[in-house]
């Protein structure tokens, strides 16, 4: 009988200590998916708020990007400064630039009728058009074809009726893209463009025209411009410049004399610009108006090894355009 209840008291303790484990793991398991779930609710959590806080930033950039009044989409945005965030994609534009600028072309040296001496055309600030207009869409990829005129005539105040003319134009067809970069809303371009230069020398005393010098071609360009607010003013900070390399057919003559020619030339042509720019809400479109100073310069290729041509033009630059 002892021995008996020695046995049932070693089995009842068995288990007692065997529903004492099982309890544990079992507590242990539960505790581990409690902190699992709670783990994962914390995570998902914090990612919801993480979303929430992206998604404030998101259109809190598009209120600041978008004036009251003015037209939404859900084109993607490439930058808080391009103008397409504010106008239905596509976005189109065009527009009018004025630009007074003044042509320096050097001295021309000469000897002959009994001495010598140079011809230094002094040029006044006139007057040239620009026109352009383009295409952007909302990814900011875009084309733009834009034409300029130079033609004006200048006299030398040393020698008596001398006068020498410049006139210059300028056709450029380009793809564009827009993007932001550093916080500047960017533009990158690249194309062709067609170049047609021509300066020549008259002496009404000699029978007109005693020099004449020619250059056109076509050949690609590149460019780019940078835009930046100024603060909290309403103006934007504008700079940007552009590179040409024209294969050019050029000649150099003395009307009735001689004629040089040089096929297969180049003439490289380098622009920059710099300026301040606002736009201005319109009902259905917007209104762009800049101030700028630009200068070119134009650098033919030697003629017969005699001489390289040289000219540059420089002066402040109105523009209007509208983007719609």
Known sequence: MRIYQSF???VVAALALFVSQTASAEYET??????EQESLTLTATEMSLEDRIKQLESRLS??????VGSSCNSCPI???????NTLRCPKHYAGFELAVLKAHTGSLAFTGFGGSGAITPEYDYEGSPRIYLGREGCSGLGYRISYFQFDHTADDPTLFGVTTGLEIHALDIELTSRTEFC???TMLTAGFRYGDLESNVNAP???GEILRFSSDGVGPTIGGSLRRDLGQTPWDLIVGGRASLLLTDAALSIPTLVTIDATDSTMQVWEGRIGIERTRQLRRAQLVTQFSFEAQNWQSGSIAGLISPSFALAGPTFRVGLNF
């Not at 539960?30 to 902190?35: G, M, N």
């Not at 490439?78 to 397409?84: G, H, K, L």
């Open 8 to 10: 049932c008291a070693v």
């Open 30 to 35: 539960v505790t581990a998916e409690v902190l």
């Open 62 to 67: 598009m209120i600041e990007s978008n004036p």
């Open 78 to 84: 490439p930058s808080r400064r391009i103008d397409t």
């Open 183 to 185: 916080g500047c809303d």
């Open 205 to 207: 005393g000699l029978g």
